[in-house]
């Protein structure tokens, strides 16, 4: 029982971590821009292209394509949001989300026209294929590598945007527009850098989803981007230590759920969302207003 | 993007003529031309084709597709149905009924479509069938495997008008049932997909095993979710419930998945009977490679190296040769529901819809993937698709199946009248 | 003259409405009723959006209900279209009652959030409960009975009692915005401030233009399971929400005549884009992308300000 209790824990982990890569990008966006980004998925799904063809033509060095294939990917988001995205700001809601819908429906298709309609079984990792033995069963090493990446973004982000000049800016930004504009920040500018930077985390999640989820299809965003959004919100819309967290909470229990409640649904996890967003809508670490 | 052989100016002029026809014009005016129905028996034979175009399972679409064109381009070679020239029109079913219902209407009503086939997903199927009713044509599904729609709407309700080409739940349920009552296995375990497919098919699995092996223990289940990208909880499910052997009905995409993340937990390593009903899809065949482990039970609808006789190894190597792929089942059974449909309107003479129903009823073809027969009573085909262990073979790229097991249909498939236990195997004749 | 317009662009609506359903082929007849359908759905959807500025991705969530009402009552108690249709319409309606009860409390990206949370428990439940809804597979065999002694069997006869209600939804929604209570929400939508320091209560008039957007939707989903002859489990996700959306944008969001317009140009382009590409999606795609870009106020929009220039212009012109 122990072992499984183990084992059940480390997959939701991994889980949660998993989401938290996607999901950091997004709650990026959000806190800064105000924007909602359907399309954080597809720059997941992009990144997992992406970096599967690069690393093909590298003789299957999967570093070189994850090093590689998210900047491809920053290409695109920059060409989305300084061409279209900023043009919508000032505009209601309704507007913004069919934007980046819109996004979802044209590199769905593109990627379909791309690499076909078929899923791609993707290669394994070199150093990373196998297995190691805990508590008498095996865990994908993989698996590890991901939990162990989660938190280093984590820290990165938190190191950014606390230590440095530009996490400063970005602070002042996202509080404040037009006071951080009335002191000389060049905010459009700051805008297309943070979205960009959000697409780069989006992407990297994509690559990184090349061996653990172990297959690309096209439309592969849409079912990651409603977890990222579930995750974002429980953790409070725009605060990044609430979306780590709400990753884990997430993880663990859809892990839990599976193994000790048959009946277990994603239903249990709209309701979760769904009281946060009613009796905390500012998450975890938020004020109350 | 645009299909072969339309210019920009075409595109332009049709797409207003179009707009007129469907917008306003249409409305008051008969149609003419272009978007008359064809009812004379002369003339082009159209089929109207719906699959899965769209999505992550857009691969499927092309398959089918692969399939279909092969055989307009070899009919139509050889001087079409009857002398009439065969004409395929796609459209992308989605999976959502109203969308699969409209593509029928747009098909019989609009383009003047004789005969429609495909359908992949099941809820569409039986949202299809009073609709087909009406329209009454002819409709040869290809991929959707729910029993319920020959069992109920072909055999209770009357819907003659459907038939089905490729095999049922029955294969994925019953069958599998007689390959393991001969395996050292007698504690049962699954992972499936969370909707009806994955609870039919098990259920048959568990009756019919039960049936043939009484004192099989079926000790977990654990359904997966509609687009699940992480089977690592319910792989834990299974390794705590320490069962003999594993069944698993997840297709696509989401069975490569599941596969890896199963052999990354060391599954394969103490669970040593694996059945796979669709693991021997193309997709999975080729997207798993080397990473399929030996000895798995596997099957689908159709396998390229069966049956091993002269029209099946012509058929593979002219399939391959025009598309650099090995033909996917739904290419066969694309392929074969348009020689089907050719066949019936040879044998009446017709392409009349009742001339036609007629004539497939009871009706004997030969395709490649052997001897097709359709069931009068059900019109559900009937044809024996392979079981078989994986193994490795340095001619192909990915796992093959080794040591086949033929359980014929005639075996393993219910039968009418569809109700009590006579109905189901294991028969007593 | 200007003030009967409407009354005669309506007027003439429904006389080639009655000539499609006299004249028309069969094909043609359904997708007219897939256009009325889509237009009672977005013509209730937008009285929340257009007019209260709320966006919700849980109203596919009320046309299920709708769908499913409608066919649950046909299967189990009374094969009656007209109670079938009340029935689905009843369903949706105590959905979006108590639905509606705890999504009002916000606004902005956390209603839309809040709706997309419960839209997705009602999908869910509809997939899950499969006794009930028959899961994945739907519930089929929906027959159309008589109406008052008139067969409504066939399409041609059908077709209107879809144009009857789809008239009912322009008239009602119409008297709705041009009451008190639609200028109040579309103060509330403009400032909700000086709504509630004007006394009203914000929320209760929000939580009745949800109800009623809700009913609309279900009374299109209960047509829809007559139309279709079964109920969808896809019917109630996120996606089918974003349709009323899309059709409302492309018509023109502020206007009301946009989400019929709309439904229009989104079922006959998409028809059109079909016989020619599989890639229809992309086309939507790329089709949205333009409109947000350039022509914000949709058709209807678009040819209002294109109106209004010529006739400014003209009147300088003759004043000169």
């Known amino acids: 029982m122990l072992e499984s209790l183990i084992h059940v824990c480390l997959a939701g982990l991994s889980k949660g971590m998993f989401i938290w890569l996607v999901a950091s990008g997004l709650t990026l966006i959000f806190g800064v821009l105000g924007v909602l980004n359907f399309a954080h998925g597809s720059f997941y799904m992009l990144g997992a292209y992406f970096c599967y063809t690069l690393l093909s033509m590298f003789s299957d060095n999967f570093w070189l394509g994850l090093a590689l294939g998210p900047l491809c990917v920053c290409a695109v988001g920059f060409v989305v949001e300084r061409f279209f995205l900023r043009y919508v700001y000032h505009l209601h809601l309704p507007y913004q989300l069919l934007l980046t819908f819109a996004f979802v429906i044209i590199f769905d298709n593109l990627v379909k026209i791309l690499w076909g309609g078929g899923s791609i079984g993707s290669p394994t990792v070199t150093g990373m294929a196998g297995s190691v033995s805990i508590a008498g069963r095996l865990f994908p090493t993989y698996s590890l590598f991901i939990m162990a990446v989660g938190p280093l973004v984590a820290l990165g982000l938190w190191l950014m945007l606390e230590k440095t000049w530009a996490g400063r800016i970005i602070r002042a930004a996202s509080s404040d527009r037009e006071m951080a504009s009335a002191l000389g920040v060049r905010v459009p500018a700051l805008y297309t850098g943070v979205f960009v930077f959000g697409t780069w985390l989006g992407a990297m999640g994509g690559g990184l989803a090349v061996p653990y989820v172990g297959l690309l299809t096209p439309g592969m965003g849409e079912g990651i981007i409603i977890d990222a959004f579930v995750v974002a919100v429980i953790g409070g819309l725009g605060s990044l230590k609430g979306a780590f967290l709400g990753a884990l909470i997430i993880g663990l229990l859809s892990s839990f759920g599976t193994r000790f409640i048959p009946s277990f649904d994603m239903f249990l996890i709209f309701i979760l969302m769904a009281g946060v967003l009613l009796w905390r809508p500012q998450g975890f670490f938020g004020e109350a207003s | ?429 | ?320």
């Open chain 2, 1 to 429: 993007m645009f299909k072969k052989g339309l210019t920009r100016r075409d595109f332009v002029k049709a797409g207003l003529l179009t707009a007129a026809a469907t917008g306003l014009g249409a409305g008051v005016l008969k149609p003419t031309g272009l978007w008359a129905a064809e009812a004379k028996i002369k003339g082009p034979v159209k089929v109207g084709y719906q699959a899965i175009l769209s999505g992550t399972l857009a691969g499927y679409g092309e398959f089918h597709k692969m399939g279909v064109d092969m055989a307009v381009e070899e009919i139509n070679a050889a001087g079409g149905i009857g002398g009439a020239k065969l004409e395929v029109e796609f459209r992308d079913s989605t999976l959502k009924n109203p969308e699969a219902i409209k593509n029928a209407r747009y098909f019989v009503d609009s383009w003047g479509a004789d005969f429609l086939a495909g359908v992949d997903s099941s809820g569409q199927a039986l949202a299809l069938a009073p609709v087909m009713a009406q329209l009454d044509k002819p409709l040869m599904v290809t991929h959707a495997a729910t029993e319920k729609l020959t069992e109920q709407e072909v055999f209770k309700n009357g819907v003659k008008q459907i038939f089905r080409i490729c095999t049922p739940t029955y294969q994925d349920g019953n069958a599998a049932a007689f390959v393991a009552k001969d395996l050292p296995a007698m504690k049962w375990a699954t992972i499936s997909p969370k909707y009806e497919y994955g609870y039919t098919c098990w259920g048959m699995f568990k009756d019919t095993l039960g049936k043939l092996k009484p004192g099989t223990e079926f000790v977990a289940e654990s359904w997966a979710p509609f687009g699940t990208t992480d089977f690592r909880a319910h792989i834990n499910t299974i390794m705590d419930a320490n069962p003999d052997g594993l069944y698993s009905v997840e297709w696509a995409g989401e069975l490569i998945t599941m596969m890896k993340q199963a052999d990354q937990a060391g599954l394969f390593k103490k669970i040593k009977h694996v059945m796979l009903p669709v693991g021997a899809a193309m997709d999975v065949l080729e997207g798993l490679g080397a990473e399929m482990p030996d000895n798995i039970w596997i099957s689908g609808r159709y396998f390229f190296l069966y049956p091993d006789n002269p029209k099946n190894n012509e058929w593979v190597a002219a399939f391959q040769k025009r598309w650099k792929h090995y033909p996917a089942y739904v290419s066969e059974t694309g392929y074969s529901s348009i020689y089907a449909f050719k066949a019936a309107v040879e044998a009446a003479g017709s392409k009349d819809t009742k001339a036609v129903i007629e004539a497939l009823e009871g009706m004997e073809f030969d395709s490649p993937a052997g001897k097709r027969v359709f069931r009068k009573e059900d019109h559900q085909a009937m044809y024996s698709v392979p079981w078989g262990l994986t193994k490795a073979d340095p001619k192909y790229p990915f796992k093959i199946m080794g040591k086949m097991v033929v359980i014929p249909p005639e075996e393993c498939f219910n039968r009418p009248p569809f109700e009590g236990a006579a109905s189901m195997p294991p028969f007593k004749s």
């Open chain 3, 1 to 320: 003259m200007g003030r009967y317009l409407p009354y005669m662009a309506f007027g003439l609506l429904i006389v080639l409405l009655v000539c499609i359903g006299l004249f028309a082929d069969r094909f043609v007849l359904y997708l007219t009723m897939r256009v009325m359908l889509l237009s009672i759905f977005a013509l209730g959807y937008n009285l929340l959006l257009g007019r209260t500025g709320l966006l919700s991705f849980g109203h596919a969530a009320f046309y299920a209900a709708g769908s499913y009402g409608m066919a649950l009552f046909y299967l189990h108690i009374n094969p009656d279209p007209l109670l079938g249709i009340l029935a689905g319409v009843g369903l949706a309606v105590v959905a979006s009652l108590v639905i509606g009860f705890f999504c009002v409390r916000h606004t902005e990206i956390y209603f839309a959030m809040l709706t997309l949370a419960f839209g997705m428990m009602v999908f869910s439940l509809i997939w899950n409960l499969r006794d009930i809804t028959g899961g994945d597979d739907g519930l089929v065999g929906i027959g159309r009975n008589p109406l008052l002694g008139f067969s409504i069997a066939k399409d041609s006869q059908y077709y209107f009692l879809v144009v009857f209600f789809f008239a009912l939804t322009v008239w009602i929604i119409h008297r709705i915005r041009s009451s008190p209570f639609g200028l109040v929400l579309a103060g509330i939508s403009e400032n909700h401030q000086r709504a509630s320091f004007a006394g009203i209560s914000i929320k209760s008039y929000r939580l009745a233009a949800f109800v009623i957007s809700g009913a609309f939707a279900g009374l299109a989903g209960s047509l829809g399971a007559m139309l279709e002859s079964n109920s969808d489990p896809f019917s109630a996700h996120w996606t089918h929400s974003a349709e009323p959306v899309l059709v409302s944008l492309i018509g023109g969001l502020h206007t009301f005549s946009g989400p019929i317009v709309g439904s229009v140009l989104f079922v006959v382009l998409r028809e059109i884009i079909e016989r020619f590409t599989q890639n229809w999606m992309l086309w939507l795609g790329i089709i949205l992308l333009v409109i947000i870009m350039g022509f914000r106020g949709g058709a209807m929009g678009s040819a209002e300000q294109y109106l209004a220039r010529w006739g400014r212009k003209f009147r300088e012109e003759s004043a000169s």
